[in-house]
């Protein structure tokens, strides 16, 4: 399979669907439920917040974005480990890292089948105030909102080449 | 069956992880349970006496799951040791690769502990 094409403002469909699939299977298996699609406004941020953080590289290089709000991270960490994680206990970080590391392996037996190859890299965690990453300026990016156990998730694509992506290398 | 006498290795670089596969396990009846954060301090602690079961993570620093089971399976005087690879590589030729590496069972994330009971009965039954 060849590398995806990537084109200016314009995300891959291939990515945004089996990322839009992995949201629902994995929230469904972890939190006992779908989680509710609530749009892709791209002005809307998390505040303070914990983000768990993926790259992927191979026939597409490009970055996923695990965000929770301070509130959804504490409810959600809590019922996705069986007891209580609080916000800024630094096993709130592996959490949310963990969580993100899930929903990727996923992802890549999703692109698999689509016969799109990528690796995962480990997770990095980043905490703070509408905290992300810093990305090469026209590089198509996707936000998605949804709410699970009534709490607040936002994940974010972004594509492009392997030297503007961020994060760990895989196996590193 | 009975765990009790059993001694298990959870090796993990998620704190986190460790803790939930561990909870699992001691609810499942085991009592001799430690753990390591990758595979070269799991690898040390196999060194120094022997372990009936390891449940071990693939993606972690320094020495990655799928290399530890390799090194694992090359010592002869581990070879009593049952392998249960717990992941997020969902993707089948990560499956495959550590079938033919050795790995006894493996659990890809998400799991729950019935699911971890299934597999660990299958290995001691």
Partial sequence: MAAIEIKENEMPVVITNCVSDSVSSIFK???GVVPEYDGDDNSKNIGDGVVG??????DA???LMLAFPKDSAETL???FCGFEVPYDNPDMGDVIGELANVMAG???????????????????????????????KGIPDKKMHYTVLGKDVMIKIAVGNSNEMMGATPGA | ?????KKVLVVDDSSVMRQIIKKNLKELGFH???DAEDGVAALKKLGESPFDLVVSDWNMPKMTGIEFLKEVRKDSGLKGTAF???TSEADKSKIVEAVEAGVNQYIVKPFNANQLEEKIKSIFK
């Fill in chain 1, 29 to 31: 298996k972890i939190f």
């Fill in chain 1, 53 to 58: 953080i993926i790259s992927f590289v191979g």
């Fill in chain 1, 61 to 63: 290089s490009w970055i």
């Fill in chain 1, 77 to 79: 960490a809590e019922k």
């Fill in chain 1, 106 to 136: 996923d992802i890549v037996a999703r692109m698999g089948v689509q016969g799109v190859k990528v690796a995962m890299s480990l997770p990095t965690v980043l905490r703070g105030q509408n905290v992300e990453p810093f990305m090469a």
């Fill in chain 2, 1 to 5: 069956m009975a765990y009790d006498k």
């Fill in chain 2, 32 to 34: 001799d349970i430690s």
């Fill in chain 2, 84 to 86: 249960i690879m717990v």
